[in-house]
């Protein structure tokens, strides 16, 4: 077999391999202002139905240390959302600076949104 045919059936194999994989949703929501357990209690919520959607969570929540000020925060959560294949959102993402800001990078950089009708 030449090596193109080799890098073909390689490539084939990968992506193969990729689409099989769970994909990771990024959970949009907001954080600043509310209590902590409300907080703890619906990213819980998103992450149970992302992971029976066959998908892997990831939630900002689970990388910001709590306490953390704004800027610390979004400087954690902008590269975490930006190595997931796709995002949701919570709540509506125009009532939270840091959800408009990730929403907004989102879309720039083509990341798609994937709607869950629990949430």
């Given at each position: 077999?030449?090596?193109?045919?080799?890098?073909?059936?390689?490539?084939?194999?990968?992506?193969?391999?990729?689409?099989?994989?769970?994909?990771?949703?990024?959970?949009?929501?907001?954080?600043?202002?509310?209590?902590?357990?409300?907080?703890?209690?619906?990213?819980?919520?998103?992450?149970?139905?992302?992971?029976?959607?066959?998908?892997?969570?990831?939630?900002?929540?689970?990388h910001v240390p709590?306490?953390?000020?704004?800027v610390t925060a979004?400087?954690?959560c902008i590269p975490?959302?930006?190595?997931?294949?796709?995002?949701?959102?919570?709540?509506?993402?125009?009532?939270?600076?840091?959800?408009?800001?990730?929403?907004?990078?989102?879309?720039?950089?083509?990341?798609?949104?994937?709607?869950?009708?629990?949430?």
């Open positions: 077999m030449d090596k193109a045919a080799q890098r073909h059936i390689h490539f084939r194999l990968e992506r193969i391999f990729k689409s099989s994989m769970k994909k990771r949703v990024y959970i949009i929501a907001k954080v600043t202002g509310l209590p902590i357990s409300e907080v703890m209690e619906k990213y819980e919520k998103a992450k149970s139905i992302i992971r029976e959607s066959g998908h892997y969570p990831v939630s900002p929540v689970d709590q306490g953390s000020d704004w979004m400087r954690i975490l959302m930006l190595s997931c294949d796709y995002i949701t959102a919570i709540d509506d993402v125009n009532t939270t600076a840091g959800g408009l800001v990730e929403y907004t990078i989102a879309g720039w950089l083509k990341i798609p949104r994937l709607y869950f009708s629990s949430l």
